[in-house]
């Protein structure tokens, strides 16, 4: 599997980007992708995901009602709607792709098999 994101850039606060994180040599729908960040100096940090099966889920409340995570099967593509951005957004944004689990999903890094080589968001006005 491979992933290709894209989409990053410079927007001042209160604007948006939408993200794209392409899987090839495989499936969007048979694999569990999801968004991370990592800002300058800091841990990479799980956004939100989108399960096999559609499900998505966003852990951080500094995200929700700000990001929409979605899919496109056609396109074999997994999106990152992001609106209203803040400067705290600044970071490199990787999606990682993994077979989905039993039950449930992953959301530590060390569980993803397959990155994107990422791509820079920052915010500043």
């Known amino acids: 599997v491979q992933l290709q994101a894209s989409g990053g850039g410079l927007v001042q606060p209160g604007g948006s980007l939408r993200l794209a994180c392409e899987v090839s040599?495989?499936?969007?729908?048979?694999?569990?992708i999801a968004w991370f960040r990592q800002a300058l100096g800091k841990e990479r940090k799980f956004v939100t995901i989108?399960?096999?099966?559609?499900?998505?889920?966003y852990l951080q409340d500094s995200v929700k009602d700000r990001f929409t995570i979605s899919r496109d099967n056609a396109k074999n593509t997994v999106y990152l709607q992001m609106d209203n951005l803040r400067p705290e957004d600044t970071a490199v944004y990787f999606c990682?792709?993994?077979?989905?689990?039993?039950?449930?999903?992953?959301?530590?890094?060390?569980?993803?098999?397959?990155w994107g080589q990422g791509t820079q968001v920052t915010v500043s006005s």
């Open positions: 040599e495989g499936t969007v729908s048979s694999y569990d």
């Open positions: 990682a792709a993994t077979p989905p689990p039993s039950r449930g999903y992953y959301y530590r890094s060390s569980d993803y098999n397959w």
């Open positions: 989108m399960t096999w099966n559609g499900y998505h889920a």
